[in-house]
């Protein structure tokens, strides 16, 4: 670190976005018109440093609409609240919570699941 940067992590200055074809033949009418990307990282995530994205192997955790191949994502950053689910280390293994009201402090919490996306395949 240093002073012009103070922050360990940086944002990356090339632009990664997919180049426009160019041109050829009669223009659609629609051309002009285009809609920006949507950076799902910039959207879904408050802290990228402490942000973790998990994939679901199995049914396991069907009581709580989370299915195979859904993507978790978990901020080891956040504070669990009453009702919110989290990713906790119980018997050896990694396991999906729904806090209850002191039962946050029986628990080894790893993260808070801040989304889930789903897989729809």
Same mark, same amino acid.
């Given at each position: 670190m240093n002073e012009q940067n103070? $922050?360990?992590i940086k944002k990356a200055e090339k632009?990664?976005?997919v180049q426009r074809p160019t041109q050829t033949g009669f223009s659609s009418p629609a051309t002009h018109y285009s809609e920006p990307r949507? @950076?799902?990282?910039?959207? $879904? %995530?408050?802290?990228s440093s402490a942000t973790f994205y998990v994939r679901v192997t199995d049914d396991a955790f069907h009581d709580f609409e989370i299915y195979n191949n @859904? %993507? $978790?994502i978990?901020?080891?950053s956040l504070t669990p609240e009453t009702n919110q689910l989290?990713? =906790?280390i119980q018997y050896d293994s990694f396991d999906i919570v729904r806090i209850k009201?002191? =039962? =946050?402090?029986e628990l080894?919490?790893?993260?808070?699941i801040t989304y889930i996306i789903k897989s729809v395949l």
């Open positions: 103070p $922050l360990p632009s990664h976005r949507i @950076d799902l990282n910039e959207v $879904l %995530v408050s802290n @859904d %993507v $978790l978990i901020d080891r989290v990713f =906790a009201n002191r =039962a =946050a402090d080894l919490i790893w993260g808070v």
